[in-house]
């Protein structure tokens, strides 16, 4: 059919490549709006600077503006005008079964396409109550952070992990939602669940644990789950309980979530 | 041009939610849970081979609910097991058109996570009637060009109408995912409700192929198990068996062949040579004890 042709030759449009400074392995993004805001995953976005080229080659420099580890998204800013962004599609609507088409740079291929059907629509064990979009496209490496599409070409979700052999992806209206009110609040830690709760592995040097005197090595004694109701409830100020150390004492604090100071 | 490609979309998710209200989330093992299809009122097909206990298996009904469901029977041969569960919902509908190599299929799931599940590829290839390695026999052998998921084994295979194939495994062939035909799911379906379980036949006799001086081909018997159908019969080591049933052996596949046709308990005229001699012998089929 010419027409999966046509919408994947548009979208390669709208679709860049994201490298991070250090090192030359990188993800996908995609163009949000012709003013240069790109949406890719915050596992692409790990630095601060980054580099973004686009389908026609211009290579442009980027700042991360804003992140929300959560659900894996992060916003880049390039000084570019007149970009063709993509359009996005409505993920509610989305029903398994229906065609969509991923393009990404899997193992440095730029501007690959594969194409496949909607396997799921639901939440992932272990991973909070968000919703994913599972769909049997073949991912590797690299298309992280480009779009999956519908049979229109619109942009229905994020491409940002493989499960058992599945793409997963953050759907669209997510994002939509990270674009128009910015990152939900997190605690600016790196976690592993450990025995009991979840033991801290790092901690961003301004973020909301580290601003309340918690560090590397505490356990906070909850689950993951615990934790995303806890920061998606609403509330400013999150008592959290903690082992330091000495696994006989619990321990308490109060996070203060707030406004973040964003990386500028 | 959008439409054809959108139209097409829409009538796979069509066919997907028809199918899907039939599909139930099967769990019986660990980790994973496996997917079963409605195949008529309160009857549950799913595969055999991701049945791992046979009590406290429950179900995730087409409408999300929790239900108990037991075990009526399985027949790993044809890797088909029967569930029964209480639902009053419709059944799977099924595929009335022949199937060709190419056409499209989807294979329909349900998890308990995230409901209905399904992904998409081609048939690859479609061939008559096909022994198993676990030694069943399905009435075509229909091989899928589609990935099979961990917990898509035992959804039902459709096609772009949402109308069943059959069920869809993983565990029959190593190389691709294939469809156990409804024809032979129904069959299944029907023995384990009558029975409890599919019988196999068998005569008790350990046979090798030889070539006789006339350049036909029998089989020679090597053993015989004691008190078994084919030493009630009178047969004895060294008889060359040549035909059974009227049709002439060759290979133990044409024994298979012959036994699947003739169900425990009926009784088959066997040709052989004894010392060059022809003689007739009458066996009645036994049935295999079932391996625990």
Do not use: C
Request: charged content about 20%; hydrophobic content about 40%; glycine content about 12%.
């Amino acid at each position: 059919m010419q027409a999966f042709g046509a919408f994947a030759e548009r979208l390669r449009r709208s679709t860049v490549q994201v490298f991070s400074h250090k090192e030359r392995g990188g993800g996908s993004g995609v163009i949000w709006n012709s003013d240069g805001l790109i949406l890719t995953n915050s596992h692409v976005a790990r630095s601060a600077e980054m580099q973004v080229e686009l389908w026609d080659g211009r290579r442009f420099p980027a700042r991360v503006s804003s992140r929300d580890p959560r659900r894996d998204l992060a916003e880049l800013r390039i000084s570019a005008s007149s970009l063709e962004p993509a359009s996005p599609g409505d993920s509610s609507t989305l029903r398994p079964g229906e065609l969509v088409m991923a393009i990404g740079n899997p193992l440095g291929f730029a501007g690959a396409l594969s194409t496949g059907v909607v396997h799921s629509i639901g939440a992932l064990p272990g991973m909070g109550r968000q919703s994913w979009i599972r769909a049997n496209v073949r991912l590797a490496p690299g298309n992280s952070g480009g779009p999956l599409a519908d049979a229109r070409g619109r942009v229905i979700g994020i491409n940002t992990a493989i499960v058992n052999g599945l793409g997963v992806a953050v759907p669209s209206n997510t994002a939509s939602a990270f674009v128009s009110r910015g990152p939900r609040p997190a605690l600016g830690v790196t976690l592993r669940p450990a025995r009991i709760g979840l033991e801290i592995l790092d901690l961003e040097p301004q973020g909301a644990a580290a601003r309340a005197s918690l560090r590397t090595g505490d356990i906070l004694l909850m689950s993951f789950d615990d934790l995303s109701d806890a920061l998606d409830s609403g509330r400013d100020v999150l008592r959290l309980q903690f082992f330091r150390g000495d696994r006989t004492r619990v321990r308490e604090t109060f996070v203060r979530l707030g406004a973040r100071a964003e990386a500028a | 041009m959008t439409n054809e490609l959108a139209a097409l979309s829409q009538e796979l998710a069509a066919a997907v939610e028809r199918a899907g209200r039939a599909v139930a989330a099967v769990h019986a093992r660990t980790r994973f849970s496996s997917s079963g299809v409605f195949w008529r009122p309160g009857i549950i097909v799913t595969a055999e081979h991701t049945i791992r206990r046979e009590e406290e298996i429950t179900v995730t009904l087409p409408d999300g609910r929790n239900v108990p469901a037991t075990l009526a029977g399985s027949d790993p041969g044809t890797d088909v097991a029967v569930l029964k569960a209480d639902w009053s919902g419709d059944p799977a509908p099924r595929a009335s058109t022949a199937l060709v190599p190419g056409n499209l299929a989807l294979t329909i799931g349900r998890s308990q996570d995230s409901g209905v599940n399904a992904t998409m590829g081609i048939v690859s290839a479609v061939s008559g009637s096909w022994r198993t390695w676990r030694g069943g026999r399905l009435d075509q052998y229909i091989r899928l060009d589609l990935t099979l998921y961990p917990g898509s084994s035992g959804g039902v295979v459709v096609n772009t109408a949402g109308e069943a194939i059959g069920i869809a495994t993983s565990a029959l062939s190593r190389i691709a995912g294939l469809a156990i035909p409804a024809s032979t799911v129904d069959r299944v379906v029907d023995e384990i409700l009558t029975r409890g379980r599919v019988a196999k036949g068998y005569l008790g006799l350990g046979l090798q192929p030889v070539v006789l001086p006339d350049h036909h081909k029998g089989l020679i018997v090597l053993s015989l198990e004691p008190e078994g159908p084919a030493a009630k019969a009178g047969v004895v080591i060294g008889d060359i068996l040549v035909s059974l049933a009227g049709s002439p052996v060759e290979d133990t596949d044409d024994i298979q062949t012959v036994l699947e046709s003739h169900p425990v308990g009926q009784t088959v005229q066997a040709g052989l040579l004894r010392g060059g001699a022809a003689h007739q012998l009458a066996i009645t089929v036994g049935e295999r004890a079932r391996r625990s």
